[in-house]
């Protein structure tokens, strides 16, 4: 099967590469930068014209905007990206039968109050326009009625990219003071294990008749404070004194979910999937940097 991977220079688009390297599928990734092939997921007659050039029967989308502050001040083109071009990649599988892997965000939720894990039936409640175009994209892609996973994810980090583990890293190896919030909980979730779980379904095409909504991060529950102080210990840097915060004390244009625990228990039950608990996941993660002080694991 010929497999599109859009946004393949992002952390899981990369992740997913790794993945695939010795796969009995055929995998083309797209992106917009330099060393991929180009797609522009806005448009959909280049979407449908390379799905015909590559006899394309699964995409799975890894493209999105996720800069959640900077989307309140260009909202409609977060919605394009978000919202618009996820439905373009569901017309174009649609109209060979094939299946859309599509990856979203536990910033579906976070308006209501709650303090257990989330269900993939519970109620979308965004709190932002990041989070509302991410709820328009898996709304249109159900409405398109094209075979589909929806993935919904947390926290992402890796090896690739920019994000919290990177930053945390840098901060604490050059302040010997900093502050995390702590009112916010979640989980981390390492996008190598989200690509694995991906390549798995897809490999063994696990997704037969198991189409819809699925949650994914790592096991376990964490405050982003918890999650600073675990990388700086791993990485020994044991000079920065790293402090609780709220979340007031960073002011922001948009209200991030204070508690946003993924409850993954659809996802296990139904591809029979074992999934890392969130410092190990952690570890695995740091060691293929080369960031790991032994005596710190």
Same mark, same amino acid.
């Given at each position: 099967?010929?497999?599109? #991977? ?14 695939? @390297? ?9 992106? #917009? ?9 806005? $448009? ?37 990206? $978000? ?13 060979? =039968? ?9 910033? #579906? ?5 709650? =303090? ?6 519970? @109620? ?8 509302? !175009? ?31 583990? @990177? ?21 981390? !979730? ?38 600073? %102080? ?24 948009? !209200? ?7 409850? %993954?228990?659809?996802? @296990? ?14 570890? !695995? ?13």
């Amino acid at each position: 099967m010929n497999i599109l #991977v859009t946004g393949a220079n992002g952390q899981l688009g990369n992740e997913i590469q790794r993945a695939s @390297k010795n796969s009995n599928d055929h995998y083309i990734f797209t992106d #917009v930068c330099e060393g991929y092939r180009h797609l522009d997921i806005t $448009n959909l007659q280049d979407i449908c014209m390379l799905v015909k050039e590559e006899n394309v029967r699964c995409i799975i989308n890894c493209a999105a905007w996720t800069n959640v502050d900077k989307a309140e001040s260009c909202p409609e083109l977060v919605e394009t990206l $978000n919202a618009d071009a996820p439905e373009h990649l569901a017309i174009a599988m649609r109209e060979v =039968n094939g299946l859309l892997v599509h990856i979203s965000t536990d910033y #579906v939720f976070g308006g209501v109050a709650y =303090n257990t894990p989330c269900k993939e039936d519970q @109620k979308g409640t965004p709190t932002g326009v990041y989070g509302l !175009t991410k709820l328009h994209g898996e709304q249109k892609i159900i409405a398109s009625g094209v075979k589909h996973l929806i993935i919904r994810t947390s926290w992402l980090y890796s090896e690739y990219g920019h994000n919290f583990l @990177k930053t945390m890293l840098n901060l604490t190896s050059t302040h010997t003071q900093l502050k995390v919030v702590f009112d916010q909980c979640g989980t981390p !979730t390492y996008a190598g294990d989200l690509a694995k779980t991906i390549f798995y379904i897809i490999e063994h095409r696990k997704y037969d008749g198991n189409e819809g909504i699925f949650h994914f991060s790592n096991e376990g529950v964490c405050s982003w404070y918890d999650f600073a %102080k675990k990388i700086a210990s791993l990485a020994g840097h044991h000079q920065c004194d790293i402090q609780p915060c709220h979340s007031d004390e960073f002011p922001s244009p948009v !209200t991030r979910p204070a508690y946003s625990v993924l409850d %993954k228990t659809k996802i @296990k039950k139904t591809f029979g999937i074992q999934i890392p608990y969130w410092e190990d996941a952690l570890i !695995t993660c740091m060691q293929n940097m080369g960031e790991i002080k032994e005596k710190s694991i």
